[in-house]
């Protein structure tokens, strides 16, 4: 077994198109597989999972979509975050969080915290990274 997984997280919304739903069921979508592939590696004995979730590139989608994609940052962390405490899994996001609303800078934060003591899995998000940053 891997010690580290990443997994670049693309397609969640042609996923949906090409399904004949809209981009953002694709991307709720693509939080219930996260949340399997978590449990998985966890059970597994990986010790790392990285996920590149948001690129700086993404800024440049339509308004509407990366709102609802940063609601969905904040509901699945909000909702996540005790399930990840449970099971023993350690939350750290990777990248440029100063760009995010304070509310969800403010999340990311105390996610962090409630998760530190973790030593299962570490969960790696990375978040509004670039080809420099990376």
């Known amino acids: 077994m891997p010690e580290h997984v990443a997994i670049i997280m693309d397609g969640n919304g042609r996923w949906a198109q090409q399904r004949g739903k809209a981009r953002h069921a694709g991307h709720r979508a693509g939080v219930e597989t ?18 590149f979730a948001f690129s700086s590139e993404n800024w440049q989608r339509p308004k509407t979509e990366v709102k609802m994609l940063m609601e969905l940052f904040f509901t699945a962390l909000n909702r996540e975050v005790r399930r990840m405490k449970k099971r023993n899994v350690r939350l750290r996001i990777i990248g440029d969080i100063s760009a995010f609303s304070d509310k969800l800078q403010k999340l990311i934060i105390e ?4 998760t530190a003591d973790n030593d299962c899995l570490l969960l790696q998000v990375a978040a509004n990274y670039g080809g420099r940053w990376d």
């Open 111 to 114: 996610s962090e915290k409630t």
């Open 34 to 51: 996260v949340r399997r592939v978590i449990e998985t590696c966890g059970q597994q004995g990986v010790r790392v999972l990285t996920l």
